[in-house]
Structures are given as C-alpha cells and as structure tokens.
C-alpha cells in the first residue's frame, strides 16, 4: 500500500517535477518498478486477485488492450508506443496496485486521505510559486495546464467533505476544512469554465446526495465555497463564466480551430476509423495530418495547430474507436451504478455501515466532476481517473467479501423449524455449506477489506 501511495504522489501529483531532487534519483522509476514486483507477487500468491471479475476494473484493461491492437494501424506507431509503454502502462500498474493493496476499510482510508494530502501539497505549491498570467488566470502550471488543474481539483473536492464530517479525528477534519477553502481558492485562479461547471455539478451532488453525511456539513461546505467566490473571485473571473450563457459568441464556437470544430472533426475520426481509431495519442497527428483542415492550410502555405480534442470522450472515441468510446462510457456507468447500489439495509447489504455509504457517495462525487469537467479537457487517461477506479474497486470489493462472510455466517446459525416443515424438508445434521471456509488471507492477498472492530458511526 506504501508503494501505491508513493506512485500516485509521483503519477497525480508530480512531486519529483515539484522538487527536482527526486526526478535526478529517478525515484519514480524506482518505484515503479518496485510496485511492479510486488503487483507480480499478489498474483503469484496463493490467492492471486481476479481482476477480470471486476466490472469497474475490467474496463481500463480492454481500453488497454485496443491500444496494444491498434499500434500497427496507427497513424504514427512510434508515438502510441511511447504512450503505451511510459504513461498508460505506469497508469494501469498504479491501478492494480491501488485495487490489490488495500486490506481494510482503515486502509482505505488511510490511502485516501494521502491522495487528499498530496492534492493539498500540489495546490499549495501553486499557490506560493506560480503567478496569475496576462489573461487573468494561471499559467505555466507543471505538468497541467489550468484547464487540467481545475479538473483535478474539482474532483478532490467530494474527499475533503468526506474527511470534514463528525466522527473524523480533529486533525483530520481541520485539515479537510483548510483543503476546502484552498480548493475554491484554486479553481478562481485557475479561471477554467470547465472547472466550474464541475465545481457546480460536486456543489449540487454533495447537497442532494452524500446523505451519510450530515446535512449541516454538507451546507456548510457548500455556504464557505461559495462565500470565497463571492469575496475573493475578480470581476474578471466572472465575466470568463458568464460566456457559458452566450455559447454561439465564444470563439471556442465560431472559429475553425475552437472546440466545436475540433470536436466535430474529432468524430470525424471515429466514424472514418470505427475499428480501432487513429491511434492512442495520435489525435493531434489526426488533427495535422488527415484532417480537411490541414489541407486547406496546407493548400495556402500556412501552419495549423496540431491540437488535442479538448473533450475525454471524443478523444478516446477517436484514438481508440467505437469500442473504445463505448468501454470509457461503461466505466463510468458501471461505478454510478455499482457504487450506488451500496446503502443500509439495502438487498444483501446487512453488514454497510454509514461510513461504507459516505465513502461510496464521495467516489461518485469525484467521478461526477471528471464526467463534467472531462467534457471540456483531454483528461481521458488522467491518472487521477484511474487511482480513483482502483478506490473503487477495492470499496466495492470490500464489501462483496463482507457480505459473503456475513452470508456464511447466518448459514451456520442454528434456525428454528416446525415441525411440518421438518416433516416435508428435513434438516440435515452437517449442511454442505458448513464446510467452505472463507479464504485465507496472507501477505500480498487479493484486495478484500477484512472484518473488523466497527468503525466510528457517524452522529
């Protein structure tokens, strides 16, 4: 689980761009390496992870495996390899260590509230070093730009609610609220409409449905948020949004290279190449190379843009296709759906506690405003997205195995049967369930949350 959380301070947060130091040790490859060891370990176990049998999880590896089949059909072979292998790769081994380390719900929360820190560390170093630029906004950002960083951001948003609820240690919560605040800080200077109808889409799901949190919290983040805006957001700020309501006068709308226009193209794309797309990270070649556009600058001697799609599922939809538009969906729609399903007293949910509930709302939360802010950024192989799946996975994994013990559980319990009932179906002295045992669970096991001493109710 360390090396898990190393790799998503590495992979999402950057420290070794944030402090070079560590890039010269090269330690990210250092663990990397590391994690692909221990990773090769849990499947050599004796009782190896099955990862296919995840719905959530199944999805990254398909999108993997049309990448691995569309590189000889790429438009640029070199380029999808070099992706594949140095950033999607890393970002698929960071998953299923994310989805296989995690033991217990206490360890679920541990991980979790580190990846809330190291959100905390990026955004307060870009808040110290990097200047607000001409245009009113940030910019020169490392590694994203402020389009990217707001989605990121927006989408940590639902785990600093999670942590500000009753319950939690002080130190905990007093630093959830500094995040809080922080977060909104963040998303004004980054000056991205993306990131605010992201920030808008959290503010209503954590109001409306993150019910295992007490209502008072919930509104009490919501009112704080929007009192910084309020106060701290410039008029320039807010005549940047109010171009949301004026979408036909954007620019992005009416010229040839603003987002409508490249998103159009971009399905163009996809429909011209429905089997495996023109090849992962190789829509800006698709942008310079075969669009109509690049002809026509081509034609008067001028340079074109080689832009990305500035859309998560028109860029996967043209890289990787039709199936790999519709396996991007399906992640997205099988967590909604699995990771709502879990609530007390629901059908086979006897041993969910508020806290399983609260966590599972807050995942939902963030992916919601990846969904949202996703629309307007290239954030489709974010390692954000994928650290935030592996949670998920493990959540609901967890849960299956509790279940299963708890089922076993009422199985071994003597019941009490009348006596027509004991005349038609007889009770037999040893019931063949009575001899499955739960698996053991040694070093380097599957990612199943053990039972354990109940955790804090929330008020």
């Given at each position: ?68 089949v569309g590189l000889p059909f790429s438009l640029y072979p070199g380029r999808a390899f070099t992706f594949v292998t140095k950033d999607f790769g890393p970002t698929l081994l960071l998953l299923t260590g994310v989805a296989t380390s995690i033991r217990t719900y206490r ?274 192989y974010f390692a954000y997205l994928y650290v935030t799946i592996g949670l998920a996975t493990a959540h609901l994994s967890g849960i299956q195995y509790r279940e299963a013990n708890a089922g076993l559980q009422r199985a071994r319990a003597p019941r009490r049967v009348n ?41």
């Amino acid at each position: 689980m360390y090396l898990s959380l190393v790799m998503i301070w590495f992979s999402v947060w950057r420290v070794h761009i944030l402090w070079p130091v560590l890039g010269r040790l090269q330690l990210s490859i250092v663990v990397e390496v590391a994690l692909a060891m221990m990773v090769l370990l849990n499947y050599l176990s004796s009782a190896p992870p099955r990862l296919t049998r995840s719905k959530v999880l199944l999805a990254p590896f398909v999108l993997f495996g049309l990448m691995i089949v569309g590189l000889p059909f790429s438009l640029y072979p070199g380029r999808a390899f070099t992706f594949v292998t140095k950033d999607f790769g890393p970002t698929l081994l960071l998953l299923t260590g994310v989805a296989t380390s995690i033991r217990t719900y206490r360890d679920l929360e541990w991980l979790t509230f580190a990846h809330l820190v190291g959100a905390v560390v990026y955004c307060t170093w870009v808040y110290v070093t990097i200047p607000i630029g001409p245009g009113g906004r940030l910019s020169d950002l490392v590694f994203y730009d402020a389009n990217d960083f707001a989605l990121i951001v927006a989408a940590s948003i639902p785990f600093a609610v999670y942590f500000a609820r009753p319950g939690v240690t002080l130190i905990r919560r007093l630093f959830s609220i500094y995040a809080l605040l922080l977060f909104a800080c963040m998303i004004i200077k980054s000056g991205s409409r993306g990131g605010f109808l992201g920030l808008i889409a959290v503010a209503i799901f954590i109001v409306t449905a993150m019910h295992a949190i007490p209502l008072h919290v919930r509104l009490g983040a919501v009112a704080a948020g929007a009192c910084l805006f309020l106060i701290f957001a410039p008029a320039t700020y807010w005549t940047q949004m109010r171009t949301l309501l004026h979408p036909s006068q954007d620019a992005n709308s009416t010229e040839d290279i603003g987002r409508k226009a490249i998103w159009k193209r971009g399905v163009g794309y996809m429909l011209s190449h429905p089997a495996l797309g023109v090849g992962a990270s190789n829509f800006p070649q698709a942008e310079g190379t075969i669009s109509e556009l690049s002809r026509e600058y081509a034609a008067r001697g001028a340079g074109l843009k080689w832009s990305t799609a500035h859309n998560s599922f028109v860029l996967v939809g043209a890289e990787l296709g039709v199936g790999g538009l519709l396996t991007y969906v399906t992640m997205f729609v099988a967590s909604f759906v699995l990771l709502g399903r879990i609530r007390e007293g629901g059908p086979r949910m006897s041993s969910v506690t508020p806290d399983d509930v609260a966590f599972a709302r807050t995942l939902m939360g963030s992916l919601l405003a990846f969904v949202v802010s996703g629309s307007f950024v290239s954030a489709t192989y974010f390692a954000y997205l994928y650290v935030t799946i592996g949670l998920a996975t493990a959540h609901l994994s967890g849960i299956q195995y509790r279940e299963a013990n708890a089922g076993l559980q009422r199985a071994r319990a003597p019941r009490r049967v009348n006596s027509v009932a004991r005349a038609h179906f007889p009770l037999r002295r040893t019931p063949w369930w009575a001899s499955i045992h739960p698996p053991t669970q040694a070093i380097g096991a599957p990612a199943i949350l053990l039972p354990e001493a109940p955790s804090r109710r929330i008020a």
